[in-house]
């Protein structure tokens, strides 16, 4: 059973960077041919799909938010990494790692982070 784990802080001042961790167990993020998202919902709205990194490495980002966004992996520790930059408070979501691409099978709780001075 493949399980994902959120962490990060869960509070950001704006024009910070967010930087959250998704941790990976029962399965490695290097298996063909599986892919890992980020995906976050802000208050009363629905899902966002944030990018994606692929076992190989590969990385696909969501258009709107390519230009702030930095997805990465640590294979040793079979984790991947969020960075979103310039963060301002409509950036406050809860922020979920997945398995997949355009489907997702696996989930982590997500995460709440809120962006506040």
């Known amino acids: 059973q493949v399980q994902l784990q959120e962490s990060g802080p869960g509070l950001v001042k704006p024009s910070q960077t967010l930087s959250l961790t998704c941790t990976v167990s029962?399965?490695?993020?290097?298996?063909?041919?599986?892919?890992w998202s980020w995906i976050r919902q802000a208050p009363g709205k629905g899902l966002e799909w944030m990018g994606a990194?692929?076992?190989?490495?590969?990385?696909y980002d969501s258009p709107s938010l390519k230009s702030r966004t930095s997805i990465s992996r640590d294979t040793a520790k079979n984790q991947f990494t969020l960075q979103l930059s310039s963060v301002t408070p409509e950036d406050t979501a809860v922020y979920y790692c997945?398995?997949?691409?355009?489907?997702?099978?696996?989930w982590g709780k997500g995460t709440l982070v809120t962006v506040s001075s």
């Open positions: 029962g399965g490695s993020i290097t298996t063909n041919y599986y892919y």
């Open positions: 990194i692929a076992y190989s490495g590969s990385l």
């Open positions: 997945a398995r997949g691409h355009y489907a997702l099978d696996y």
